[in-house]
């Protein structure tokens, strides 16, 4: 796992903060150890939502049962990989951590209040270049499972590896 790395979540136990219509749960590697994720309200308040995890403790969550998490990469531009991640951890995390609403998180180029897969594609957005992401009207929602899809073209995000047990 790199920095900048997309991890993807699938099967029920990854969507327990999720609407009927966004299945799923993303997030964003900041090293070869830790990921940023937007967990959600389950046990945890809306305020300040982003948390900063070790790798172990999101694979345990998120490969229990059939659940599963599939990596994806920015190959072609590391650099911008790293520099979303380190944009997220400063300043979606550190300073200026979100509030969790995919309700009120409808409006996709402000960063708060904010939900798991807006997290990344804000972090790619704002942090690395604003090229490296395809462009939608103000008012959007981007769809966990779909992420990928919402990266440009040089930006696209390669299929690494499933993880399906930690």
Not at 31 to 54: D, F, Q
Not at 58 to 66: I, L, S
Request: hydrophobic share 25%.
């Amino acid at each position: 796992m790199k920095a900048g790395d997309i991890l993807i979540c699938y099967g029920g136990g990854s969507s327990n903060n999720s609407l009927s219509n966004f299945p799923g749960h993303a997030a964003i590697a900041t090293s070869a150890g830790y990921i940023l994720e937007m967990p959600g309200t389950k046990n945890r308040s809306a305020k300040k939502n982003a948390r900063h995890i070790s790798k172990k403790e999101f694979f345990t969550a998120h490969t229990k049962g059939n659940d599963y998490v599939c990596v994806y990469r920015i190959s072609k531009h590391p650099h911008y990989a790293n520099d979303a991640s380190t944009y997220a951890y400063n300043y979606m995390y550190k300073d200026g951590n979100p509030t969790y609403s995919i309700v009120k998180g409808y409006e996709l180029y402000k960063k708060s209040p904010s939900y798991c897969s807006k997290y990344v594609y804000y972090a790619y957005w704002k942090g690395a270049t604003s090229s490296a992401v395809n462009k939608y009207p103000k008012y959007w929602w981007v769809k966990p499972h779909s992420l990928p899809n919402y990266f440009s073209k040089s930006f696209h995000p390669s299929y690494i590896h499933k993880i399906t047990k930690y």
